[in-house]
């Protein structure tokens, strides 16, 4: 007997709001999820083609498809375009379908904007506390847009305490800083100068870090950069660096990060194999090491993030079912 094709399967759908809150409810379950998923683009166990991207005239649509064992399939779909009525930011929207990995069921429609924002500033969190000095206290936050207020949220209330907040537009440093109990920094220089973790949640151009004001042993992270190097060069130079994929290096944007297009591949680290145990982190031990964590973002990412808001949507009973 043939199979039915066309009857129609239950499928969850969150919109922004429920992914939202569905991720924020479950910050350790995402963090383990993003663990594994790492190690797996480690160990070669992940399945993912590099990023492509339709270019518009004022934008692009990229979409990513992954696949991680254990936590499934998905597939996003995402636009990234200028913002008009915010000169010099973009905008990020899109979807991600999450499937069953054993028999290809569409389970899970998910807003890609607060998921794409979760994941990435969890897994630099993730980073910083793997690769940072055990030492290290005071916490720069650069930019001001929704993947800085990610960032600021997944910071414990000691980290908080001792964060200050830096980007060009000294109103909305103020606000964002006033919003987590942070400190508004005068300049990113100063905020930089400062730190011993600096992550850069920008979408820059151009570099809005230098080598020059980091001091010996910072570890920096950096997210934003899609249009282009968000760390000087001779930031690169000097610092050990780290990244989530091999294709950071050997992938021209965007798959691959502008920063690290010059650089041989066995300069850079895979987070999943510190994470493995398989490599050191820091390997001067006398802390004076400068990190760096380029993340370019890699569909297993998603799939975790995915895996996890699907599981413990239908636990809180967030969104609403459809049959498609």
Known sequence: ?????????????????ATAAALAAASAALTDA??????????????????????????LLGAMPGYVPGLGLAAKLITVFGDPDRPGRSTHRGLVAHFDEHDGRLLALLDAEPLTAARTAATATLAFHTIARSDAARIAVIGTGT?????????????????????????????????FGATPAASIEAAVR???????????????VRRAWLAPGTHVGSVGG?????????????????????????????????????????????????????????AVPDGTELTVFKSTGHAALDVAAASVAHATARDLGLGITLEL
């Open 1 to 17: 007997m043939s199979q039915d094709t066309t009857s129609s399967q239950p499928v969850l759908v969150l919109d922004h709001a």
């Open 34 to 59: 993003l663990g594994r998923a790492l190690t797996a683009i480690a160990r070669g166990e992940a399945s993912s083609p590099p990023r492509i991207a339709a270019r518009a005239p004022h934008g």
């Open 147 to 179: 993947q800085a207020a990610a960032q600021l949220a997944l910071l414990t209330p000691e980290e908080t305490a001792s964060a200050t907040v830096a980007g060009r537009d000294p109103v909305r440093v103020r606000a964002l800083a006033e919003r």
């Open 194 to 208: 400062a730190a011993d973790v600096v992550l850069c949640c920008t979408g820059a151009r151009e570099p809005v």
């Open 226 to 282: 899609s249009d282009g190097p968000e760390l000087d060069a001779e930031t690169i130079r000097d610092a050990a660096l780290f990244a989530e994929w091999p294709g950071a290096a050997g992938s021209p944007p965007p798959a691959g990060a502008h920063e690290l297009q010059s650089v041989p591949a066995d300069r850079v680290t895979l987070l999943g194999a510190v994470l493995d145990g398989t490599v050191p982190g820091r």
